[in-house]
């Protein structure tokens, strides 16, 4: 009898609990405000994962009564609200909390500093500018990598709307560029890929006076436009 009852008592501590996360939960989401998952900030991310870890770990805890779990919840939404708070009224200590955005293209030119120093390699470049449906580093005039990991792409201006198209005038179909050099390295797969080796592009690279690969900052090569070359910025 004595066991059916502390089973009643458990699996009623249980709902109490989980019920208790769930509002703490939705509090606090409603706390950091109408953004979606993807524009969460690292802070706000880091403290929805500690919340929900704290919850999962206690919810089925028996040493753990209600009154801590209680403490527990709600002290760690004070902390969560305070820091937002703090955030939103003072600049400095959102400059903190959250960072503030990097340009790591700057009027057309790859600024390898600011790419190296947000962990970013050339790849993950090239993917968020093709997630705004910019293809080429050509095409770029500033790309401001945010403060939620995405990227804000503005485009050269004779590459925006009107197009071509738009204006009646005949256009030919585009292909992906190739990147052949970044930040002073051949990219070799590229180059076997697009049937090309090092010494056609050294040669291409010693038509334009360039002697030194430590002077190219990247190259990107399209059939139809050939080669596109960036040098480091003195």
């Not at 089925?60 to 779990?69: H, L, M, R």
């Not at 609200?81 to 003072?90: D, R």
């Not at 005949?170 to 560029?177: C, L, N």
């Amino acid at each position: 009898m004595k066991s059916e009852e502390g089973g009643t008592v458990m699996y009623l501590q249980i709902a109490s609990k989980l019920l208790i996360g769930y509002i703490v939960l939705f509090l606090i989401t409603r706390t950091l405000g109408k953004k979606s998952i993807s524009q969460l900030t690292p802070l706000d991310f880091i403290g929805t994962l500690l919340l929900s870890e704290l919850l999962g770990n206690a919810i089925y805890d028996k040493t753990v009564s209600i009154n801590y779990f209680l403490f527990a919840t709600f002290f760690w939404g004070i902390i969560i609200f305070l820091v937002e708070f703090s955030s939103y009224k003072w600049r400095k200590i959102r400059r903190v909390t959250e960072g503030t955005p990097s340009i790591v293209i700057k009027k057309g030119v790859i600024d390898w500093k600011e790419l190296k120093k947000n962990k970013v390699d050339m790849q993950e470049l090239m993917e968020m500018l093709r997630a705004n449906n910019v293809f080429s580093i050509h095409d770029v005039h500033y790309g401001i990598l945010e403060n939620n990991g995405t990227m804000s792409v503005m485009q050269k201006p004779d590459k925006e709307s009107p197009n071509r198209k738009d204006l009646n005038i005949s256009y030919r179909e585009k292909s992906i560029p190739t990147i052949l050099v970044a930040n002073g390295e051949i990219i070799k797969e590229n180059l076997s890929k697009k049937n090309l080796n090092k010494q056609w592009l050294l040669d291409q690279l010693m038509h334009e006076n360039i002697h030194n690969l430590s002077e190219v900052s990247y190259v990107e090569y399209e059939k139809e436009k050939g080669l596109f070359i960036q040098k480091f910025s003195k």
